[in-house]
């Protein structure tokens, strides 16, 4: 007896939202034991680097999800081009991590005074950047690997991978920072570590039998890799725009409220990052089921489990804030270390406002997933780019502008209302005609 609809979507969305969770205390642990060593200057250097951490894993995203989706798409029509993709995925993703990685060597320093970092964070960021760029290779071969195996029917070890390599992360960042004094080459040589043990544990699936997805010897074929990166290019441009988002908010707040702003802003973007990747998670256990059913032309099926998508998604963000009301004050003080008043009191407003924007971020990174596993690769690269380069930057200029801090916040609140109802609008078109 096969298992219900339901079932199979509990499966899926629960194990890749654990697995997100535990991907997304990268960050967290870093800026944790970062703030703790190293005080304001190394969260300085740890923020002027994420925004490069961002664009490596939107690279690995784009060519893992990308090139999984187009494996299962044929894989369903039984097309022996399938066999095809993983080999050419893994290239690509060799060919930039190596790319990334020379730029870590020879251009680390001119990128980090690039970014911002001044004469005290220089070092630091310089040092941070180099290491994570060295092991470019690791992220994105990595991300190529828990796409490809999840889509592959396994998506336990998927998530299992995740967690193995985030805890190891949190578990190596303690031991390198504190007892090896290792400082914050210890913090990035610990994240850089963390892709090589999950890569590990993703090993594991090759030796198993229901295994399909092989390394071949395959020519790199043109049309191929356009449809690997038009497939997943809007999850590269989510990651780019978390990255420009990231650095205009930091430039805006500095102007309004100096350090103390900025700091308050990181213990908003940290705590932020999670519910980012619950949404996101939510979207990757979903997309092997909407691929799956689309290919095989059941619309019906489709339909529920988009409907399934956008009910958990909601109900996620109604949790999630009330979390933030209750335990606001603790989370704030988990990274308020120095207890500076005035980063708590712009902190403490900043979550109960940003976080309402997440009743609408879920909704679209789902609707977004849907999209792009249904082949509707322009309308999901139109709402990515929305969300990112073309309205959260004129509204945050224009909002804090006229409302100064309050207006920084709504920023996202507004972008997030008004995407998500472009992005509704667009999956209704694209669904009837679908059906039709």
Do not use: C
């Not at 990128?111 to 290779?137: V, W």
């Not at 213990?267 to 949404?279: G, H, R, S």
Request: aromatic share 10%; no cysteine; glycine share 8%.
């Amino acid at each position: 007896m096969k298992p219900s609809i339901l079932k199979h979507f509990i499966q899926y969305a629960s194990v890749h939202i654990l697995g997100m969770i535990g991907l997304s205390l990268y960050i967290l642990a870093d800026t944790y034991f970062v703030s703790k060593a190293l005080g304001s200057v190394g969260i300085a250097s740890l923020n002027l680097s994420i925004s490069i951490y961002s664009i490596i894993h939107g690279l690995g995203l784009m060519i893992g999800i990308g090139g999984a989706t187009k494996f299962i798409l044929l894989k369903v029509q039984r097309k022996e081009s399938a066999t095809r993709v993983f080999s050419t995925s893994i290239k690509i993703g060799l060919m930039v991590g190596v790319l990334l990685l020379l730029i870590g060597i020879f251009g680390a320093k001119r990128l980090a005074s690039g970014l911002g970092a001044d004469s005290l964070s220089l070092p630091l960021t310089q040092t941070y950047l180099t290491t994570i760029l060295i092991f470019a290779p690791f992220f994105i071969v990595n991300n190529i690997l828990l796409a490809f195996v999840r889509n592959d029917n396994n998506p336990n070890l998927s998530m299992i991978a995740m967690l193995v390599g985030s805890f190891s992360n949190i578990i190596l960042d303690y031991v390198f920072i504190f007892p090896l004094n290792m400082g914050i080459f210890g913090a990035a040589f610990a994240t850089g570590l963390a892709p090589i043990i999950s890569i590990s544990v993703l090993l594991i699936h090759f030796m198993q039998k229901n295994n399909t997805i092989k390394l071949i010897k395959t020519k790199l074929e043109l049309k191929l890799i356009k449809d690997i990166f038009s497939l997943g290019l809007s999850s590269f441009v989510i990651e780019i725009s978390s990255a420009v988002a990231l650095i205009t908010f930091n430039r805006v707040i500095l102007r309004l409220e100096g350090n103390d702003g900025v700091a308050a802003y990181a213990i908003v973007a940290n705590l932020a990052l999670v519910a980012i990747a619950i949404f996101t998670g939510l979207a990757q256990g979903t997309q092997p089921l909407i691929s799956n059913y689309f290919g095989l032309k059941e619309f019906d099926k489709v339909k529920k489990i988009r409907h399934y998508a956008l009910v958990t998604a909601l109900l996620i963000a109604f949790t999630l804030y009330t979390i933030i009301l209750v335990f606001s004050e603790s989370m704030i003080h988990l990274f308020n270390s120095e207890n500076n008043r005035r980063v708590a009191e712009i902190a403490a407003v900043g979550l109960k406002i940003y976080f309402l924007g997440f009743f609408f971020a879920g909704v679209t990174i789902v609707t977004t997933m849907v999209l792009s596993a249904t082949e509707h690769v322009r309308e999901a690269l139109s709402i990515s780019l929305l969300r990112g380069l073309v309205l959260t930057v004129p509204i945050l200029l224009i909002a804090s502008y006229f409302w100064t801090m309050t207006g920084v916040w709504f920023a996202f609140v507004l972008t997030e209302l008004i995407v998500t109802g472009i992005s509704l609008y667009l999956n209704h078109l694209k669904n009837k005609s679908a059906l039709n």
